[in-house]
């Protein structure tokens, strides 16, 4: 069956440092991922989707960056981190964009 | 901007149905219902969709009415553990759409199931 993780499930950081986040998706192939962001009270956000291998396409402009250097794995990261990218990260998959998707447990952020 | 209207919470007897409405009145021909739940701190759950026809699984029953303008998730036997905020969601599938696959959460509706 498939399964996807994400770590570390919580973290801590100061204002204007670099940010890694990581997603791996095991048990499929080529599949659709996703990074949603959801602020506190607020819904999810897509924030980057990617059909494949260094293939990655931005919903919104921000601070942020998303790369897939493989097939199962989606990395977000920041070089230098803001108030405002506080929030819980999620990552999600799916095998075509006529499947549903399928989410990890996410990260919480918090930006000191 | 989601295209659902929920409301904005229901309470549930453990053990009863619970019945979850969404109106989704401008929806297209070629759009899907999709439900999500969220428990506390958790990734959303994918839990049903549908077009056109009714669609039950192992977790719940949607019943899409035949206008599509609205529908109803219904989870059998409510226990304490489907206490969670409920999404319903429209979700364009065609494709070379410029459809990104992007889900577009509401607030939902939050679910609480009662002893």
């Known amino acids: 069956s498939q399964t996807i993780h994400q770590w570390p499930a919580t973290l801590v950081q100061p204002v204007g440092s670099p940010l890694s986040l990581e997603c791996t998706v095991e048990g499929t192939s080529n599949p659709n991922l996703y990074w949603y962001r959801q602020a506190a009270g607020r819904g999810l956000q897509l924030l980057f989707y990617?059909?494949?291998?260094?293939?990655i396409s931005s919903e919104v402009p921000q601070n942020l960056s998303a790369s897939r250097p493989q097939d199962r794995q989606f990395i977000l990261s920041s070089k230098k981190l803001l108030l405002s990218d506080s929030g819980f990260y999620l990552c999600?998959?799916?095998?075509?964009?006529?499947?549903?998707?399928?989410f990890g447990d996410g990260t919480r952020l918090s930006i000191l | 901007d989601a295209k659902t209207t929920q409301p904005p919470s229901m309470d549930c007897a453990e053990g009863r149905a619970a019945n979850l409405p969404c109106n989704h009145s401008t929806i297209s021909g070629n759009e899907y219902v999709y439900w999500y739940r969220q428990i506390h701190s958790q990734g959303p759950q994918y839990i049903i969709h549908?077009?056109?026809n009714n669609e039950t699984n192992e977790m719940a029953s949607l019943i899409i009415t035949e206008d599509r303008k609205s529908s109803t998730l219904i989870l059998p036997h409510a226990t304490l553990r489907d206490t969670a905020v409920y999404y319903c969601?429209?979700?364009?599938?065609?494709?070379?759409?410029?459809?990104?696959?992007?889900?577009?959460f509401g607030q939902g509706t939050t679910l609480q199931v009662k002893p």
């Open positions: 999600a998959w799916n095998t075509g964009f006529d499947q549903p998707q399928h």
């Open positions: 969601i429209v979700y364009n599938l065609l494709p070379f759409s410029g459809n990104t696959g992007k889900l577009i």
């Open positions: 990617s059909i494949g291998i260094d293939q």
């Open positions: 549908g077009l056109k």
